[in-house]
C-alpha cells in the first residue's frame, strides 16, 4: 500500500496557485491598451473633420467666448466661440478642440473677445473651426 500511495502522489500533477490580483492586472492593462487605441482613433476622425470643415466650408468672423485646458496631461484644450452663418437669424456657439502639436512648448490660443476666422458647413452649422487653429497635416 505503501508503494500505491507514493506512486499516487508522483503521477499528480504540481498545482500552482494564482494570485488573486492577475486577473484584475490583465483586466486592467487590457482596458488601458484599448483606451489608448480608442483615444487614438477618436482624436485621428476628429482631425480629419476638421480638415474637412477647413478645406469645404464657408467662411466667416466669430468670437471667442471661453478658453478651457484641461487638468489631465496629454488632452486637448477647447476653444468655445460663437458666429453668425449666412443667412441666419440666430448665432451659434461651437466648441473647436484643438489638436495641433505641442511640440515647441505652449501652443497659444486666442483670448476671449478676441475676433477669429471661422469656417463652417453652411448646411450644418455645428460643424465649425476656428481656422488658424487647424493643422494642415494629420498627425
Known amino acids: 500500500m505503501d508503494c500505491n500511495l507514493r506512486a499516487s ?3 499528480r500533477p504540481p498545482v500552482i496557485h494564482m494570485p488573486i490580483e492577475l486577473p484584475s492586472l490583465i483586466a486592467f492593462c487590457g482596458g488601458a491598451v484599448l483606451a489608448v487605441i480608442l483615444s487614438g482613433k ?6 480629419v473633420v476638421s480638415q474637412h470643415v477647413l ?11 471661453r478658453v478651457w485646458r484641461p ?9 468655445y466661440f460663437e458666429f453668425l452663418p449666412v443667412g441666419s437669424q440666430q448665432s451659434v ?3 473647436h478642440v484643438d489638436r495641433r502639436s505641442l511640440t515647441g512648448g505652449v501652443t497659444s ?5 478676441a475676433r477669429v476666422a471661422v469656417r463652417y458647413l453652411p448646411e450644418r452649422p455645428g460643424h465649425a473651426v476656428i481656422a ?8
Request: proline fraction near 7%; include cysteine; charge should be positive.
Open 55 to 65: 478645406k469645404y466650408g464657408q467662411l466667416t468672423e466669430g468670437t471667442v467666448v
Open 93 to 95: 456657439r461651437c466648441c
Open 9 to 11: 502522489i508522483v503521477a
Open 132 to 139: 488658424r487653429l487647424v493643422s494642415r497635416f494629420t498627425h
Open 109 to 113: 490660443l486666442p483670448a476671449i473677445g
Open 42 to 47: 477618436i482624436a485621428w476622425r476628429g482631425a
Open 71 to 79: 487638468p489631465v496631461a496629454g488632452s486637448f484644450p477647447r476653444v
